[in-house]
């Protein structure tokens, strides 16, 4: 029974992890950089929730739709002023992270002046009071929801790679950039696109990170760019389906060692991230198998 129950919570936070850590991963693809600002927005994403559910009494699900615009035109705007540096830089991969670096500490800086360094959280009973029960087991209401909101978000953006024009416009680009650029693609416009929807699938993860985090500061964001890289890696760099079976992998270490093992939860799911890296340097689904 306990082994049903680590396995099952593990699938659950395992489809989190995978919405939380994609950005990360599609801005990698596209732009073959680091964003180590992701877990910073995924903070902000989380504080916005916050203020949705006790200031005006909404729903902190949202979120995900209030932060669409302004995420969008957020990112856009940040890559407009991060990509013409980077192209002129000598080691633009180096300067890449230097900037991100630098805009994770001023969200960081900025949060903590703008809601203190105490813990926020919500309550587990924002979606109802009472357990829900799979295969026999109770389980957090809150874990259900951050699942089954996961899965639609995801399969939304496999939709858009895989069925739009621009969506395919922009595998061309995570294949190559230079032979994008070849047949007409206008690989700026997809890039800054593909930031600004990666910052918005970021801060959307926020709203569920709250609940599946235990609760946000302003220095969560390191936390959280640290197990959405250990996903991605996981998965394989550049590979949008691998973040899902990274993000399955990871969480079902976790409950699984957090249930039978808790004083080694916080350390197998990243022994398990140096083997697979030792074992498969590219990660369980390369780059030469990607789908989207």
Known sequence: ????????????????????????????????????????????????AFELYYAWHWSPLLAILVAVIPAILVGGAVYLGVAPRLARASDP??????????????????????????????SSTAFGPHPVFLL????????????????????ILFAYLGRTKLGRATRAVMA????????GINVRRISGLTFGIGVTLAVGAGSLAIFMLGGVNPTEGVSITVISFAVIVIGGLGNTIGTLVGGLVFGLASQITLTFQPNWAALVPYVLLLAVVLIRPSGILSRSRRLA
């Open 136 to 155: 026999g087991q109770g389980y957090p209401v809150t874990w259900v929801v951050a699942a089954v909101t996961s899965v639609p978000v995801l399969l």
């Open 176 to 183: 190559s950039a230079d032979e994008a650029a070849a047949v």
């Open 93 to 122: 991969e180096m300067m890449s992270l230097v900037l991100f670096f630098g805009i994770s500490q001023i969200i960081e800086a900025l949060a903590t002046f703008g809601f203190g360094s105490n813990q926020r959280s919500i």
């Open 1 to 48: 029974m306990l082994l049903e129950y680590a396995i099952t919570a593990g699938v659950l936070f395992g489809v989190f992890y995978a919405y939380m850590a994609i950005g990360l991963n599609l801005i990698f693809a596209v732009l073959r950089v680091v964003n180590l600002a992701h877990g910073d927005l995924v903070m902000l994403g989380a504080y916005l």
